[in-house]
């Protein structure tokens, strides 16, 4: 079993910036892809973000494009999400997630993740 802690959530103004973290331990972090999701008040969980095994490559929703960065550094086996220019509408608890196949070669907002966090709270106030 894999196990991810999320951090750094809290509440903020809009027009600022939080940067969570996750942390992974169970398995090899750095061969596997990891994304972000999200599910606001009396939503579905959705897809924020995701990036490559061996970073570099990324996909990111429209919603949060050119203000959310998703990051990797292997050597801390941690996973980051940039928050910049954050709105009202960003309100929801944020999780963070694990792919299950070895090196997946394309990274989609349409993976499958399989292992997932608690979840970390970003309220954005008006």
């Known amino acids: 079993q894999v196990q991810l802690v999320e951090s750094g959530g809290g509440l903020v103004q809009a027009g600022g910036s939080l940067r969570l973290s996750c942390a992974a331990s169970g398995r090899t972090f750095s061969n596997y892809a990891m994304g972000w999701f999200r599910q606001g008040p009396g939503k579905d969980r959705e897809f924020v973000a995701a990036?490559?095994?061996?970073?570099?490559?990324?996909s990111t929703a429209d919603s949060v494009k050119g203000r959310f960065t998703i990051s990797r550094d292997n050597a801390k086996n941690s996973v980051y999400l940039q928050m910049n220019s954050l709105q009202p509408e960003d309100t929801a608890v944020y999780y963070c997630?694990?792919?299950?196949?070895?090196?997946?070669?394309?990274?989609?907002?349409?993976?499958?993740?399989?292992?997932w966090g608690q979840g970390t709270q970003v309220t954005v106030s008006s």
């Open positions: 997630a694990a792919d299950n196949v070895y090196r997946r070669s394309v990274v989609t907002t349409t993976i499958d993740f399989a292992f």
């Open positions: 990036i490559k095994w061996s970073g570099g490559s990324t």
